[in-house]
């Protein structure tokens, strides 16, 4: 391997790397009273993993926490025995109780995958844990036992004492259902990113009052105007301070789509359920309040979610296949395609749109492949409140790939994709309008827009669009 290619792959490990250490910073300041669901976190050649905990009290008063785990099979290492192929897997489950909390315990189990060549999915794993009142850390390790690779996430969970006196409300659970796997029944839903093929969604909360006075539960949904368009081509004008694609989303503009309210009178618990069948692709919040004549505050728990394409992350059905081509396609091509509404006739316009341009059906597959391999890896490092292919972030790792080379100041960052950084060609520059914070838990890194790019995209999208782009790599 020669020296530019070393340096290439280092930098885009440091990519990745920075990333997942960008994203576990930034969640220290999201808002504890939202939840928010787990990130992706990707790195490459790690298990990918999402978790969830939830705590409640049963139907005796005792503690449960919990434990919904999404494992996605094609990020482990698979081996092929008398024509089966699997992997082994070890989860290990640390509850440690905090704050005052005396308690410790430590769950070991080994899972076989199975999975036939080509077929990817999330595998699911639960379990149901016993703890008494109290506040509780929660870390799930994933190790795939073929590469010695781990994987752990975190989260939190409370049990209310039932003697005490009080009014709690606990975390709001998420859980969905898909039309195709009914027999699993709705599961929980571990990431903030909800797979629009679910076709309906189910919120849980307990609430528990041991005051004799009654008390008010109020609970809805609200869908936040958000940007939802792919990036504008490099060369246009930067966005505009005013613009939706500048702000990412606003919380101040909502529209309340579904209301209940319920008062409990009696002491004890209640579990609060609600279903709505899927929304529109877009930014969510279910929230609950509880209000009550001597209560000091309002008790508030909420849930925000966003519903992106329907095999998200990946790319599998014909209009997710499509979608992408808006940074290869000129205008006019592009709206003819998403015009097409017919899945069969959108599949044979992506085909033509390849075969036509990339001379050799052989070649194509290879362009193809990498063209939404990119797609895919872009959903899962750059996605926030769109999916990630439509981050500039994602423009310039999907035209370009990773780059050589990440710089970061503050709120600044630059890929670069020459030894020389101060060269106006190879050199990309973005800026984060907001930092995150707990009423902007994302990072949305515009790209620093000129018409000198115009000729570099151009040149770009012709590699892609010849096959060159494979020379190019190599």
Known sequence: MNDAKVFKSI?????????????????????????RGAEYEFRQGYPEVRMTAFGLLDDLGNGRIHITADITSNSLIFRQINGQRFANVQIEIMINGI?????????????????????????????????????????????????????????RAYIPDPEEKGVHVSAVQLLGIHPDRKWEGYVPVTAYHVSSAKDSLWFVVQVTNNRPDPITIRSQIIRFEADTTAARPMSFPNYSSSSLQYRGIDYRSEKILN??????????SVIIEFRKEMPDRGNYRFEVSVEGARLNNELYRARDFSVKSENFPHIRNPRELAEPLAYLMNAREYRELMAIEDPDSIKKAVD????????????????????????????????????GWKTDQGLIYILFGPPWYVRTRLNTMQWS?????????????????RAPSEHFPFNNYL????????????????????????????
Request: charge should be neutral; include cysteine.
């Open 11 to 35: 930098y885009a490990i440091v990519l990745l790397i920075f990333t997942v250490l960008l994203t576990v910073s930034c969640s220290r300041a999201y808002d504890p009273l939202i939840e």
């Open 99 to 155: 704050e005052g909390t005396r308690y410790s315990y430590v769950y070991t189990t080994s899972k076989t995958i199975e999975s036939e060549p080509g077929i990817f999915e999330e595998v699911l794993f639960r379990r149901e844990m016993s703890v008494p009142p109290g506040n509780f850390d929660i870390m799930l390790t994933v190790v795939d036992e073929s590469s010695g690779r781990r994987t752990s996430r975190t989260s």
């Open 259 to 268: 209301q209940t309210r319920r008062v409990l009178e009696d002491t004890g």
């Open 352 to 387: 033509y749109f390849w075969l036509s341009n990339v001379s050799s059906i052989n070649t194509a597959r290879h362009v193809i492949s990498l063209y939404y391999d990119r797609v895919e890896q872009a959903n899962k490092q750059f996605t926030n409140f769109k999916e």
């Open 417 to 433: 994709y020459t030894y020389d950084l101060s060269s106006t060609r190879g050199n990309y520059f973005f800026e984060r309008p």
């Open 447 to 474: 790209l620093q827009r000129s018409q000198d790019y115009f000729t570099i995209q151009y040149q770009q999208i012709q590699r892609w669009k010849t096959g060159f782009i494979l020379q190019a790599i190599m």
